[in-house]
T-cell receptor
């Protein structure tokens, strides 16, 4: 079983739709959680950190469920520019070494 | 804004060549990383460094070595390039956050083709 698992998609949604991705992790000692966005042939860029109480940044909402060991990303009012691959990243300790990436979920927003 | 710069965007090398990939960051970050990214396999950590002259093996260090002589620069070395090292190589940096990790900042990648 992979340490961090994501549904690879692709998710194809119309503009304006709401879409949600989940990411499950296997290590209950995980401490830090992030969502990254990666455009085609570009480097990953931090989208948002995920805090225990959940957090929001504009149209993006991240949630953490420690009991069920998953994090989620909700995108409201999807834009064409949201088309990208979304990577879930989980850190298992305070060590910089212990960052594990999911394989990513591909999102395409259609006009 | 953090800037992580990789020396080459595209590189084509022959089997058996020694290859150097260079990475420089301008934010005085302690940690620097080398990943490779392959379709279906995601990002895999090759090596990372948490201080000058310090390094740790990642998940796939075989066939690679690294050098960190200065805090801002982290080099990945392919001692004898092989075709299975054809990949996208991504450098990243972060500061040391404890107990919570700080996020990574990536360079724009080097697409290496070994023929």
């Amino acid at each position: 079983r992979k340490e961090v698992e994501q549904d690879p998609g692709p998710f194809n949604v119309p503009e304006g739709a709401t879409v949600a991705f989940n990411c499950t992790y296997s290590n209950s000692a995980s401490q830090s959680f992030f969502w990254y966005r990666q455009d085609c042939r570009k480097e990953p860029k931090l989208l948002m950190s995920v805090y225990s109480s959940g957090n929001e940044d504009g149209r993006f909402t991240a949630q953490l469920n420690r009991a069920s060991q998953y994090i989620s990303l909700l995108i409201r009012d999807s834009k064409l520019s949201d088309s990208a691959t979304y990577l879930c990243v989980v850190a298992f300790s305070g060590s910089a070494r212990q960052l594990t990436f999911g394989s990513g979920t591909q999102l395409t927003v259609l006009p | 804004d953090v800037k992580v710069t990789q020396s080459s965007r595209y590189l084509v090398k022959r089997t058996g060549e020694k290859v150097f990939l260079e990475c420089v960051q301008d934010m005085d970050h302690e940690n620097m990383f080398w990943y490779r990214q392959d379709p279906g396999l995601g990002l895999r950590l090759i090596y990372f460094s948490y201080d000058v002259k310090m390094k740790e093996k990642g998940d796939i260090p075989e066939g690679y070595s690294v050098s960190r002589e200065k805090k801002e620069r982290f080099s990945l070395i392919l001692e004898s390039a092989s075709t299975n090292q054809t990949s996208m190589y991504l450098c990243a940096s972060s500061f040391t956050g404890y107990p919570y990790n700080s996020p990574l900042h990536f360079g724009n990648g080097t697409r290496l083709t070994v023929t």
